[in-house]
């Protein structure tokens, strides 16, 4: 008999188990149940079985790589290495040790976990479910919403809907991160969101430090410390607690260190949210009506990339805010190149999207690094850009001035010791030594790696 502590039924509605199948466990003398039903405090729906129950060593051995098959070939980590791990194997805790004697809310808004998908190893994505339902206070995961974004075998997703919580939906044809997402965000019944790559491993109390900053006030993003999860024998790393996101002017995310000011400044609470100029994206979380007003995702980006630098902008240039959240961590796979095709170079079209809607004339900076993404086409955003004005958001200025000066130092630096490049010049086109201007001259005054 197991006694969970923290069980949440909202209004004191007393449960009935009566049409479910009862696992036993003994209910908090808090919760008001119809214990002539069912004494039980989870309830698994027919057919439905507990994580604990899942069969894993049916449903990975099913796709295991045989002798003489590269092991990275299919998803460009060590597929052999990933499939010994048990499902729910222990990962250190990461965290400060100012995280582990926190006491989190328990009144906190239940989140829908959406999880896209296409041709994930079967142990990576059940380790990521299993993670979130371990991990997580019960009463705070309402369902995982599996997206399979058309695997080429349907029973990767299909197999993990047996699960408790699990809910799956398989689009019938590819279609991408941000429009699978926003599939799985439309099917949500929760009042806040959660986004996950399909390759994560949760740490303890990873949920309630981020719901705690969404419920106190719906306009911010948070994203939880990542840490890293080797490619190669899948060992759980710790990352460093002082980095924020951002960028260079050829728009691929990067980590930034603080600067030796901020870092002193947090001496004294090392805990506290960070605010970052940019998400990497695969990580999230986000109330649910306001992703709705902002506009959830850029339908018109395919495949992967660009989207986090779209909807960071797109966040602190309409009222909201980034913030990355210590006490949470999760781990990540992270690849040294994609296990999938980017059709039509969808990377570059997603951030040419991105730059042509969120920038202002600051995007000719954009072309300036990558002369070829001008040949790019990049579609139709006048629907983007009537949301942007709708929003009131501010101008791409605001943000370098007010959340990303670091990067606007870039730019006077550069042109400051540059006098050959003229802004009238750069902003009509004309753009004389960019390569120098741009990339080797920062690099050489050491401001960016």
Not at 290 to 316: A, P, Q, T
Request: hydrophobic content about 35%; glycine content about 6%; some cysteine.
């Amino acid at each position: 008999m197991l006694h969970l502590s923290a069980v949440h039924n909202e209004k004191k509605k007393p449960i009935s188990c009566l049409t479910l199948h009862c696992v036993k466990y003994i209910f908090p003398a808090s919760v008001d149940v119809d214990s002539t039903l069912c004494a039980c405090d989870v309830c698994v729906s027919p057919g439905k079985v507990r994580w604990q129950d899942f069969d894993q060593d049916l449903y990975v051995g099913a796709t295991v790589v045989r002798p003489g098959q590269d092991p990275y070939a299919r998803n460009k980590f060590n597929q052999v290495e990933s499939d010994k791990l048990r499902m729910d194997r222990a990962v250190p805790d990461t965290r400060h040790d100012h995280c582990r004697h926190k006491q989190w809310k328990t009144d906190l808004p239940p989140s829908s976990v959406v999880i896209t998908f296409h041709n994930e190893a079967r142990s990576a994505l059940l380790r990521t479910v299993v993670s979130v339902l371990k991990k997580s206070p019960l009463h705070l995961v309402k369902e995982i919403i599996l997206v399979d974004d058309y695997s080429d075998n349907p029973e990767d997703g299909a197999l993990l809907g047996k699960i408790e919580k699990i809910r799956v939906l398989r689009n019938d044809r590819r279609e991408g991160l941000m429009r699978s997402r926003v599939r799985g965000a439309d099917a949500a019944t929760a009042p806040v969101l959660t986004f996950l790559d399909s390759h994560c491993e949760c740490n303890d109390h990873w949920l309630e430090p981020l719901l705690e900053r969404v419920a106190e006030d719906k306009s911010r993003v948070v994203s939880p410390i990542i840490d890293v999860i080797n490619m190669d024998n899948f060992q759980y790393v710790g990352a460093s607690a002082d980095l924020k996101g951002g960028f260079d002017w050829n728009l691929v995310f990067k980590w930034d260190y603080m600067t030796l000011e901020q870092r002193r400044a947090r001496q004294g609470n090392p805990i506290a949210p960070i605010k970052t100029p940019m998400i990497a994206g695969g990580l999230f979380v986000m109330d649910k009506e306001y992703f709705e007003k902002l506009g959830k995702y850029d339908m018109m980006m395919d495949v992967w990339g660009g989207e986090n630098l779209e909807i960071s902008f797109r966040v602190w240039q309409c009222e909201g805010s980034l913030e990355i959240i210590p006490c949470s961590r999760v781990g990540h796979v992270f690849r040294k190149q994609h296990p999938y095709t980017f059709p039509g170079g969808s990377g570059t079209v997603n951030t040419r999207r991105a730059a042509e809607v969120w920038m202002d004339e600051y995007k000719n900076f954009y072309y300036a690094a990558v002369p070829s993404a001008r040949n790019v086409p990049y579609g139709n955003i006048q629907s983007r850009l009537e949301m942007k004005k709708r929003l009131a958001c501010k101008p791409f200025k605001w943000y370098l001035e007010n959340v990303y000066p670091e990067l606007s130092i870039l730019v006077k630096l550069d042109f400051r010791d540059a006098p050959n490049i003229r802004w009238s010049n750069l902003f009509g086109g004309q753009i004389y030594s960019a390569e120098y201007c741009i990339n080797s001259h920062i690099r050489h005054l050491g401001l960016v790696s």
